[in-house]
Protein backbone atom coordinates (compact mmCIF):
# COMPACT_ATOMS: atom_id res chain seq x y z
CA UNK A 1 0.00 0.00 0.00
CA UNK A 2 1.32 3.58 -0.78
CA UNK A 3 1.66 5.89 2.22
CA UNK A 4 2.94 9.25 2.18
CA UNK A 5 4.47 10.26 4.99
CA UNK A 6 4.33 14.46 5.96
CA UNK A 7 6.80 15.86 8.98
CA UNK A 8 6.60 19.69 9.83
CA UNK A 9 3.43 20.63 11.31
CA UNK A 10 3.40 22.34 14.78
CA UNK A 11 1.77 25.88 16.61
CA UNK A 12 2.71 29.30 15.73
CA UNK A 13 1.65 32.63 16.39
CA UNK A 14 -0.36 34.67 13.40
CA UNK A 15 2.41 36.36 11.09
CA UNK A 16 4.85 32.80 11.96
CA UNK A 17 6.24 30.18 9.29
CA UNK A 18 6.19 26.36 9.11
CA UNK A 19 7.30 24.27 6.67
CA UNK A 20 5.97 20.90 5.91
CA UNK A 21 7.31 18.11 3.75
CA UNK A 22 6.05 14.73 2.34
CA UNK A 23 7.89 12.00 1.23
CA UNK A 24 6.69 9.39 -1.06
CA UNK A 25 7.88 5.78 -2.18
CA UNK A 26 7.84 6.39 -5.47
CA UNK A 27 7.73 9.55 -8.15
CA UNK A 28 4.30 10.91 -8.95
CA UNK A 29 3.31 13.24 -11.59
CA UNK A 30 0.96 15.09 -9.02
CA UNK A 31 1.80 16.02 -5.32
CA UNK A 32 -0.06 18.09 -3.47
CA UNK A 33 -1.29 19.36 -0.43
CA UNK A 34 -4.97 19.73 1.06
CA UNK A 35 -6.06 20.93 4.60
CA UNK A 36 -9.13 20.32 6.76
CA UNK A 37 -10.33 22.28 9.65
CA UNK A 38 -12.93 21.21 12.30
CA UNK A 39 -16.06 21.23 10.48
CA UNK A 40 -15.29 22.32 7.12
CA UNK A 41 -14.69 20.31 4.01
CA UNK A 42 -10.93 19.46 2.65
CA UNK A 43 -9.64 22.00 0.39
CA UNK A 44 -6.78 21.98 -1.64
CA UNK A 45 -3.85 23.68 -0.79
CA UNK A 46 -1.09 23.45 -3.51
CA UNK A 47 0.20 21.07 -5.87
CA UNK A 48 3.08 20.84 -8.29
CA UNK A 49 3.38 18.49 -11.50
CA UNK A 50 6.89 17.04 -10.45
CA UNK A 51 7.60 16.58 -14.31
CA UNK A 52 7.30 20.18 -15.73
CA UNK A 53 7.55 22.29 -12.12
CA UNK A 54 4.01 23.85 -12.76
CA UNK A 55 2.72 24.82 -9.64
CA UNK A 56 -1.36 25.44 -8.17
CA UNK A 57 -2.82 27.44 -5.48
CA UNK A 58 -5.98 28.59 -3.96
CA UNK A 59 -6.43 31.70 -3.77
CA UNK A 60 -6.75 32.40 -0.06
CA UNK A 61 -2.92 30.91 -0.17
CA UNK A 62 -1.10 32.81 -3.12
CA UNK A 63 1.94 34.61 -2.20
CA UNK A 64 2.05 33.13 1.07
CA UNK A 65 2.71 29.43 0.29
CA UNK A 66 5.16 27.90 -1.88
CA UNK A 67 4.99 24.59 -2.85
CA UNK A 68 8.27 23.02 -3.64
CA UNK A 69 10.33 19.79 -4.54
CA UNK A 70 13.06 17.61 -4.28
CA UNK A 71 12.60 15.41 -7.16
CA UNK A 72 16.21 12.68 -6.02
CA UNK A 73 14.24 12.17 -2.44
CA UNK A 74 10.52 11.75 -3.47
CA UNK A 75 9.52 14.91 -1.46
CA UNK A 76 7.65 18.01 -1.57
CA UNK A 77 7.52 20.52 1.10
CA UNK A 78 5.10 23.31 1.50
CA UNK A 79 6.65 26.49 2.62
CA UNK A 80 4.38 28.61 4.50
CA UNK A 81 4.83 32.26 5.91
CA UNK A 82 2.35 35.15 6.61
CA UNK A 83 0.46 32.31 8.98
CA UNK A 84 -3.36 33.51 9.91
CA UNK A 85 -5.61 31.67 12.67
CA UNK A 86 -7.83 30.37 9.65
CA UNK A 87 -5.00 28.37 8.28
CA UNK A 88 -5.55 26.46 11.48
CA UNK A 89 -5.94 22.57 10.12
CA UNK A 90 -4.94 19.70 9.42
CA UNK A 91 -3.24 19.54 6.42
CA UNK A 92 -2.21 16.20 4.40
CA UNK A 93 -0.06 15.81 1.64
CA UNK A 94 -1.69 13.72 -1.14
CA UNK A 95 -0.35 12.26 -4.75
CA UNK A 96 -1.35 10.91 -8.13
CA UNK A 97 -1.41 11.74 -11.77
CA UNK A 98 -3.68 14.17 -13.89
CA UNK A 99 -4.13 17.70 -14.21
CA UNK A 100 -2.52 18.99 -10.41
CA UNK A 101 -4.36 21.85 -10.37
CA UNK A 102 -7.69 20.31 -10.06
CA UNK A 103 -7.94 18.83 -6.91
CA UNK A 104 -10.27 15.89 -7.74
CA UNK A 105 -9.87 12.28 -6.13
CA UNK A 106 -9.15 11.56 -10.20
CA UNK A 107 -5.84 12.94 -9.28
CA UNK A 108 -5.16 12.84 -6.03
CA UNK A 109 -5.44 9.11 -4.55
CA UNK A 110 -2.68 8.49 -2.41
CA UNK A 111 -2.86 10.00 1.12
CA UNK A 112 -0.36 10.81 4.11
CA UNK A 113 -1.82 10.55 7.76
CA UNK A 114 -1.68 14.19 7.90
CA UNK A 115 -0.05 17.04 10.26
CA UNK A 116 -1.86 19.37 12.44
CA UNK A 117 -1.01 23.07 12.25
CA UNK A 118 -2.08 25.57 14.54
CA UNK A 119 -1.97 29.55 14.23
CA UNK A 120 -2.67 31.17 16.98
CA UNK A 121 -3.76 34.99 17.21
Known amino acids: QVRLVESGGGSVQAGGSLRLSCVAP?????MGWFRQAPGKEREGVGGINTISGSTYYVDSVKGRFTISQDRAKNTVYLQMNSLKPEDTAMYYCAAGRGFCGSWSPDTYYYWGLGTQVTVSS
Open 26 to 30: VQFNC
